[in-house]
T-cell receptor, first 117, second 116 residues
């Protein structure tokens, strides 16, 4: 079974609209972390936001927020007031187990977001 | 802060030769570095995890004798693709963790390897 599932291979959104990128995960660990990364066409991976499994509040970082629904095992990324520069691939990733330092990330297949002027 | 560099950014080599890719954390000490591989239009696949001063831990299916990883210091890890073949052509990305309870991995800009 896939550990991270991103069901939207591509999305087109009008500039200034909000967009939600879906991510569901599968783990039997009680302690885990969820990440979102942005990959522009240049290739670098840019860290956007993190949610720990024990965090009670949804994470927010500027225009990015993470809609964490633990019971549903979903961690959707919400981008408010989208901008042309948001056009990129977006990857959801998960770290399983406690945060001790060398835990690997498992990535989803990504969603290509295109912002339309 | 938290900048990771990779060198070279792209390389073309002939089949049978070896290629070394460097990953450096420029403004922090990285207790752990990770090497990923990404094929076109696909996700990142972890190849190995390296901790400074110890042997790398390779993921299942990754040939350790082909992909040599050396984490020589807290700011430098190298990946050497030995006896490269065209099927090794890919985008190789490293990432680094700060340690000290920080959870995010900071990624390098990637190295595009083309083996002819």
């Amino acid at each position: 079974a896939q550990k991270i599932t991103q069901t939207q291979p591509g999305m087109f959104v009008q500039e200034k609209e909000a967009v939600t990128l879906d991510c569901t995960y599968d783990t039997s660990d009680q302690s885990y972390g969820l990440f979102w990364y942005k990959q522009p066409s240049s290739g670098e991976m840019i860290f956007l936001i993190y949610q720990g499994s024990y965090d009670e509040q949804n994470a927010t970082e500027g225009r990015y927020s993470l809609n964490f629904q633990k019971a549903r095992k979903s961690a959707n990324l919400v981008i408010s007031a989208s901008q042309l520069g948001d056009s990129a691939m977006y990857f959801c990733a998960m770290r399983e187990g406690p945060n001790f330092g060398n835990e690997k990330l498992t990535f989803g297949t990504g969603t290509r977001l295109t912002i339309i002027p | 802060g938290a900048v990771v560099s990779q060198h070279p950014s792209w390389v073309i080599c002939k089949s049978g030769t070896s290629v070394k890719i460097e990953c450096r954390s420029l403004d922090f000490q990285a207790t752990t570095m990770f090497w990923y591989r990404q094929f076109p239009k696909q996700s990142l696949m972890l190849m190995a995890t390296s901790n400074e001063g110890s042997k790398a831990t390779y993921e299942q299916g990754v040939e350790k004798d082909k992909f040599l990883i050396n984490h020589a210091s807290l700011t430098l890890s190298t990946l050497t693709v030995t006896s490269a073949h065209p099927e090794d052509s890919s985008f190789y990305i490293c990432s680094a963790r700060m340690g000290g309870g920080r959870y995010e991995q900071y990624f390098g800009p990637g190295t595009r390897l083309t083996v002819t």
